[in-house]
């Protein structure tokens, strides 16, 4: 049995992760010792260490209960079930990935249409075109106010 310190250093966690995680419901609440500490078991360790994989491979705290769920009823469960939590995660950071590859398209050709020198930024091609795309959204919104009508 590791007490919650104990278990945080095995862990290289603090003890104030391991008691985000109970509220949480990704670990279970520990027994008490008679003096009320936290006891936790071989088992609750192997269940942490579990959750750190997970969170490290950047599954977040709902698809971590979802793991840990499927985890501990694996009989009842299929690698169907497991692959559906994984790849519904890898669809997420596929467009999450595409939509930064876009943004760093955008920035970079923007980060072109600047000098980049010393002088005043007053006519700022980053700036100028910036302030286009604004207007042209602007006129574009505007015009459609308009023909709404």
Known sequence: MYQIGE?????????ETIRFYEKEGLLKEPSRAANGYRLYSDQDLGRLRFILRGKNA???????????SIRENRQQLSCRDVRQVV??????????????????YSLSDLSQ???GGDESATHCAILETLDDILGERHVEHHHHDVSSS
């Open 7 to 15: 278990l945080a250093k095995l862990c290289e966690i603090s003890t």
């Open 58 to 68: 950047g599954l977040s705290n709902s698809d971590m209960l979802e793991m840990v």
């Open 87 to 104: 790849d519904n995660k890898l669809a997420i950071v596929r467009k999450q990935i595409q939509e930064l590859k876009s943004f760093e």
């Open 113 to 115: 249409t600047c000098c």
